[in-house]
């Protein structure tokens, strides 16, 4: 909240598998936690993840688009986008 109320437009969310990246951070269940307390806000979720066509619908249904009309946009690594899924739908 602090973010958005010195003027920050969205949020970056890096969502890591620990298989892309040796990292793991949040999922779903945290991004529908902070979607909770900023309903308004749009979520930039960058997709650090080893098959992101996984992630996105578990994303997506973590409410990450919001009920007020937020926003959301997906950031995929190219070297992780087979032609094999919603990648390239999204």
Not at 48 to 59: F, G
């Amino acid at each position: 909240k602090k973010a958005l109320a010195a003027g920050a437009k969205y949020l970056h969310l890096d969502v890591m598998d620990g298989h892309f990246v040796p990292t793991i951070s949040f999922g779903p269940y945290v991004i529908q936690c902070l979607r909770n307390h900023v309903p308004d806000c749009h979520f930039d979720c960058h997709m650090m993840t080893s098959e992101p066509e996984k992630w996105v619908e578990a994303v997506a249904k973590a409410k990450a688009t919001g009920d007020k009309g937020s926003q959301i946009s997906y950031t995929f690594h190219y070297e992780a986008t087979e032609p094999r899924g919603i990648t390239q739908e999204v």
